[in-house]
Every structure is written in C-alpha cells, then in structure tokens.
C-alpha cells in the first residue's frame, strides 16, 4: 500500500508568510501610533508653553493696570488738596489764585491720561488669560488624546487611535484659536 503524501510544506509556508505578515501590518501601527502619541506631546508642550505665556503676561498686564490705578488715586488726592486749598484762599482773600485753577485742571488732564493707561492695561490682561484659557483647553484635550492612545496600544484597538487622532484634530483648533 502506497502512503499518500499531504503537501503541507506550501500549508506551512502560507501559515508563516500570513503570520509574518501580520506581525509586520500590527509594527506598522505600533509604529504609527507611537509617532502620533510624540506628535500629540509635542503639541501639548507647545501649548502648555503658549498657556503659561499668556498667564504670565495677564498677570504682569493687571499688575500694571493696578498701579496705573493707585496712580490715579494719587493724583486725585493732589486735585483734591489743591481744589480745596483754592476754596480756603478764596475765603480768606478776594483775590483769585490762578495758580491753583491752573494746577487743578493739570491733575485733572493727568487723571483722564493715567484712567486710559490703566483701562487698556486691564483690557491686555484680559486678552491674554482668555487666551491662556483657550490654550489650556488645547494641552488638556493633547493629554487625553495621549491617555487614550496609550491606551489603544495596550488594549490594539484602532477604534481608540482614531478617537486619539479626532481628540488631537480638536486640541488643534483650540491651539490655533490661542495663537490668534
């Protein structure tokens, strides 16, 4: 009786190639997912940078508008002195002191400059924090984009890379809205 002879060598080499090839399809995607997670941390740390920034700048933006302020305050004082030393001469003498109604209307036109200086200060430094909010959406948005991509490698779901890549797509415009 004659033995018939299988051909598994081809079946074994098919079963190779087809593992190999998917070892290969599944580094390809590691590979892609690793690069996107850097890029993903990159714009994080660009943004948390562009964040930190502009609350630097509020901060320093509302310290100057304060002082402008405590400026004005002082200047109003001097007005006031003047204004009622001018009511106590005109009293006391019938003669007008046109030195008083001269330096009166001089802290008055130094008020009106120093209340401009101080409103714009604090309009700076509202510019900047709600920029800083915005940026601070944009590296919170990145983080969880890396959380979730992380993820996907550990759990091999494309389904949470993708959500990963739509998470930094959206992190994205809330950078670029930051930015302008």
Known sequence: MEETEVPTEHLQEAIHEKAEE???????????????????????AIAGLLSGHHVNEAMIEQIKSSDQWAFYQSKSIKSEVASQSDKILRSISSKPFEEN??????YEK????????A?????NSEEHLSRHITLSKA???F???IAISAIAILTRKKLLWYLAILLTLCGSVFLIMGVM
């Open 22 to 44: 998917k070892k290969e399809e599944r580094e390809k995607w590691a590979l892609g997912v690793a690069l996107s997670t850097a890029v993903m941390a990159v714009l994080a």
């Open 101 to 106: 109604s001269i330096e009166i209307a001089r």
């Open 110 to 117: 130094e008020k009106a400059d120093i209340q401009k200086i």
């Open 119 to 123: 409103e714009e200060d604090a309009k």
């Open 139 to 141: 590296v919170t948005i």
């Open 143 to 145: 983080q969880i984009a």
